[in-house]
């Protein structure tokens, strides 16, 4: 079993930015990608950004240039870096990992872009 553990997430003006964090734990050894997706009111859950083990990316276009997604191995922890944030960013946004059977989620922390 995976444990991810999110924060990071609250509200900020248009323009503005955050890093939200998901520390993972448990079973991680085979965890091969972790990922950031985030669904708002009304909206299905959507793709934010990914990377793999090997430090590949990939981002949604909606995101891109904006958003930066990164990890530490040694803390088992990966970061999004959230800038020039725009009310349409509002969202749910949560952690995922998978490994080779299961997917892992997290419980999701609350991003509001609002002036």
């Known amino acids: 079993q995976v444990q991810l553990a999110e924060s990071g997430g609250g509200l900020v003006q248009p323009g503005g930015s955050l890093r939200l964090s998901c520390a993972a734990s448990?079973?991680?050894?085979?965890?091969?990608?972790m990922g950031w997706y985030r669904q708002a009111p009304g909206k299905l859950r959507e793709l934010v950004a990914t990377i793999t083990n090997g430090g590949s990316t990939n981002y949604a276009d909606s995101v891109k240039g904006r958003f930066t997604i990164s990890r530490d191995n040694a803390k088992n922890t990966i970061y999004l870096q959230m800038d020039s944030l725009k009310p349409e960013d509002t969202a749910v946004y949560y952690c995922?990992?998978?490994?080779?059977?299961?997917?892992?989620w997290g419980q999701g922390t609350q991003v509001t872009v609002s002036s």
């Open positions: 995922n990992a998978r490994d080779g059977l299961f997917s892992y």
């Open positions: 448990g079973r991680i050894s085979n965890l091969y990608i």
